[in-house]
Nanobody, 125 residues
Framework: QLQLVESGGGLVQPGGSLTLSCTAS????????VAWFRQVPGMEREGVAC????????RYSGSVNGRFTIFRDDTGTKVYLQMNNLTPEDSGVYYC??????????????????WGQGTQVTVSS
């Protein structure tokens, strides 16, 4: 099983920015699709951003499109989620996941068996 570790969460004011990191242990993201999911209490995990194995296909949920950006570094060991213009509705636990899902399922939690432990993001004044 792949090991992933998220970091970068915290408390931020509305309108602020955060960058989450997901670090790979023992593998390279170049060989896997990667996605970021958000979960709030009582709700299922929602895919907010996902990226194909090649990195050429990126998708975003409607609520974050234009504000969030998923990208990976040149080493292949880190994937980031840049989050701008944050709102309280962006609050939740953010998880990164890596696997080889089909492209249509790239942003679906069901397509991933490898998950990090999550990092809390709280947007509040």
């Amino acid at each position: 099983q792949l090991q992933l570790v998220e970091s970068g969460g915290g408390l931020v004011q509305p309108g602020g920015s955060l960058t989450l990191s997901c670090t790979a242990s023992g593998f390279f993201f170049d060989n896997y699709a990667v996605a970021w999911f958000r979960q709030v209490p009582g709700m299922e995990r929602e895919g907010v951003a996902c990226m194909s194995v090649s990195g050429n296909i990126k998708r975003y949920s409607g609520s974050v499109n234009g504000r969030f950006t998923i990208f990976r570094d040149d080493t292949g060991t880190k994937v980031y989620l840049q989050m701008n213009n944050l709102t309280p509705e962006d609050s939740g636990v953010y998880y990164c996941a890596a696997d080889i899902p089909s492209v249509p399922a790239m942003c679906d939690a069901s397509g991933y068996d490898n998950w990090g432990q999550g990092t809390q993001v709280t947007v509040s004044s």
